[in-house]
């Protein structure tokens, strides 16, 4: 059993006092009061439904909520689901709240989750956003039972998304590793996953607590230390994730923290996907349905635009970045007009490559070297948006497979450039 010194000694005391469980599902909050009861009515009923005779627990790790949402999570399975619990034969679901340090990247919450799960021995478990308001209780099915029933232990979700929704995850990320590390997962960074007990106690044996990554660099550190580790992942069909509107990160903060943790895991896992060459197939539950979506719009003009001006001012620092003839080519590609422009799926990839070898090899500042894709990835975006303003859900299925293999079958120019000195 991993070290848990660090769970808070009445904490514990509940832990112990409820015994083994088969199922936790665990639920960081942070002044969630608007939708957190919206969301434990989803996985309460959840839980009565498809798990009515697992003993379960639901785990709130909260970060100092000043609005009243503690109060809310003690309220909510009260009087919120006395039809459900009278009329259904299920085993008792606790619930208990404990405080924990307020952190960006809510890691201490995932670490006390981690922990609480492997104290109790469960066989499955799940995490699950408190800001979600498109939640139902099919979404407690979908991540737990690949686990309980299936004996899976990563439950990486599939989200109903717009076609320009998530294109960072769309083109580089879920991609990437997909080419690097031969496992197909198309929503990486979570933030709803399931996992196995077994993987939970091997989180929790690794030296990440201790590194700063953000909360979506988290979701992509346990989708790939779960590859690594040999695990076996699946998707899982959730449809929409809706969630409420928040302060979302710039564009260059998200750029310089979730792709330069994914950079940071490709560092720590270079002696298993150097090795490794097959891409392995991910088995996928659930009926994936469509649903009409509030449209998302991209000025791709003022896109391309800011790629233009990026690669004229940051020349030199490219030029420490990028083969001269991968700059050559983007250099070519920035005195196109709009209606000509595009940006090669080739050349994308083998960009993304070169600025991931140039981060280890440290050949500039991290810091300035993740700012200088961020115009890159501008005209990139600006490029998918002028190719399918008019294609369909499976057009862009089609090309987004096609960029995947782009990934897989350039995977020699990133380990030739990985070690190699400029």
């Known amino acids: 059993m991993a070290e848990e010194t660090f769970l808070a000694d009445e904490f514990v005391r509940q832990l112990t006092a409820v015994g083994e469980v088969d199922v936790v599902v665990g639920v960081p909050t942070f002044n969630n009061r608007r939708t957190i009861a919206r969301v434990l009515n989803a996985l309460q009923i959840g839980l009565v439904k498809y798990f009515p005779r697992q003993r379960s627990v639901l785990i709130n790790p909260d970060g100092g909520s000043t609005d009243g949402t503690p109060e809310e999570v003690k309220q909510a399975s009260i009087h919120d689901f006395e039809t459900q619990l009278t009329s259904s034969p299920l085993r008792t679901t606790h619930r208990i709240t404990t405080p924990c340090p307020r952190e960006h990247n809510g890691k201490s919450a995932l670490r006390i989750i981690l922990a609480a799960a492997d104290l109790l021995r469960a066989k499955a478990c799940a995490l699950v956003s408190p800001e979600l308001e498109s939640i139902t209780p099919e979404w407690i099915e979908a991540l737990v039972r690949p686990v309980y029933k299936e004996k899976f232990d990563l439950v990486a979700p599939i989200y109903h998304r717009h076609k320009f929704d998530g294109l960072l995850i769309k083109d580089l990320l879920s991609p990437m590793i997909r080419g690097v590390y031969g496992c197909n997962v198309r929503e ?21 607590w201790r590194k700063d990554f953000t909360q979506a660099g ?32 710039g564009l260059v903060h998200t750029i310089q923290h979730v792709v330069g943790d994914s950079f940071r895991c490709l ?109 890159l990835y501008r005209g990139r975006i600006g490029s998918f948006v002028l190719d399918n303003h008019r294609a369909d859900a499976g057009e862009i299925e089609k090309k987004l497979e096609a960029l995947a293999l782009h990934y897989q079958n350039l995977k020699p120019h990133l380990i030739e450039n990985w070690a190699t000195k400029k």
């Not at 550190?221 to 994730?241: D, E, I, K, N």
């Not at 979506?293 to 020349?315: A, D, K, W, Y």
């Open 188 to 208: 990486p960074i979570g933030p709803e996953f399931g996992f196995s007990g077994k993987l939970a106690c091997h989180y929790l044996t690794q030296d990440v």
């Open 218 to 249: 988290m979701g992509i550190w346990m989708t790939t230390t779960a590859v690594v580790g040999g695990f076996r992942l699946c998707h899982s069909f959730l449809g929409p994730r809706i969630h409420a509107t928040g302060s979302g990160e």
């Open 267 to 375: 560092e720590a896992h270079e002696l298993f996907w150097l090795s490794r060459s097959e891409p392995q197939p991910t088995p996928t539950f659930g009926f994936e349905y469509s649903v009409a979506l509030e449209p998302i719009r991209i000025n791709r003009q003022r896109m391309l635009q800011m790629f233009r001006v990026g690669v004229s001012e940051l020349t030199s620092i490219l030029q420490s970045i990028l083969a001269a003839t991968t700059l050559e080519e983007i250099q070519q590609m920035a005195q196109l007009s709009d209606r000509e422009f595009r940006f090669p799926d080739e050349l994308w990839v083998k960009t993304v490559y070169e600025f991931a070898s140039s981060y280890h090899r440290a050949v500039i500042n991290r810091d300035h070297l993740l700012q200088a894709l961020v115009p």
